[in-house]
């Protein structure tokens, strides 16, 4: 099983950027696609993208538009997203999932961290 922390997460202004980590704990992390969603107030969760095992495979939602990475480093058992030039509308709660079925390609979230927040001001 596989256990996820996310860290990394603060206020930042318009324009700036931010680093968000992906902790996690189990000998499978390695075998699994990961995945990483935020969620605003009053919005429902939604995608921002996701990584295969080996890191080949990366794809992202359309609003991310250039402007986020996502990368992962196996030997840490950590996923990272790096995030440029926010935008006030990139304020949320930005939490990694695990898929546990799929090292390929992301399909389903099976394990989630517990989130960290996100506030970009203008």
């Known amino acids: 099983q596989v256990q996820l922390v996310e860290s990394g997460g603060g206020l930042v202004q318009a324009g700036g950027s931010l680093r968000l980590s992906c902790g996690a704990s189990?000998?499978?992390?390695?075998?699994?696609?990961m995945g990483w969603f935020r969620q605003a107030p009053g919005k429902e969760r939604e995608f921002v993208g996701g990584?295969?095992?080996?890191?080949?495979?990366?794809y992202y939602a359309d609003f991310v538009e250039g402007r986020f990475t996502i990368s992962r480093d196996n030997a840490k058992n950590t996923v990272y997203l790096q995030m440029n030039s926010l935008k006030p509308e990139d304020t949320a709660v930005y939490y990694c999932a695990a898929d546990l079925r799929s090292a390929t390609t992301f399909r389903r979230s099976d394990v989630w961290g517990q989130g960290t927040q996100v506030t970009v001001s203008s």
């Open positions: 990584i295969s095992w080996n890191g080949d495979g990366i």
């Open positions: 189990g000998r499978t992390f390695g075998s699994v696609s």
